[in-house]
């Protein structure tokens, strides 16, 4: 099984940035797709950035492409969010989760088999 813990959140006020981190312990590390969401209050679970077990590939959700950026380092068990330009709506729990599944990066929570317990992000203004 993989364990994950996040951190990194807080306030901050917007235009500003926040990098968020997820340390995994476990499986293999390097064999595995990781990935951010995030969720409001009242609203879904929403897809913000994936990352394969290599590093090479990415993907990200419309809302934070060009702001967000999901990277990995592999020696270390630990994948990152760095969020810059924030902005009021993207406060929420941030969560880091991981599949051991094959195939592309998806963009759907149903599949990931892993979670964090989350991180809190507030963007005031």
């Known amino acids: 099984q993989v364990q994950l813990v996040e951190s990194g959140g807080g306030a901050v006020q917007a235009g500003g940035s926040l990098t968020l981190s997820c340390a995994t312990s476990?499986?293999?590390?390097?064999?595995?797709?990781m990935a951010w969401f995030r969720q409001a209050p009242g609203k879904e679970r929403e897809f913000v950035g994936g990352?394969?077990?290599?590093?090479?590939?990415?993907a990200y959700g419309d809302s934070v492409k060009g702001r967000f950026t999901i990277s990995r380092d592999n020696a270390k068990n630990t994948v990152y969010l760095q969020m810059n330009t924030l902005k009021r709506e993207d406060t929420a729990l941030y969560y880091c989760?991981?599949?051991?599944?094959?195939?592309?990066?998806?963009?759907?929570?149903?599949?990931?088999?892993?979670w964090g317990q989350g991180t809190q992000v507030t963007v005031s203004s």
């Open positions: 476990g499986r293999t590390f390097s064999g595995n797709t």
């Open positions: 989760t991981a599949t051991f599944k094959y195939g592309s990066i998806s963009r759907r929570y149903e599949d990931y088999d892993y």
């Open positions: 990352i394969n077990g290599g590093g090479w590939s990415t």
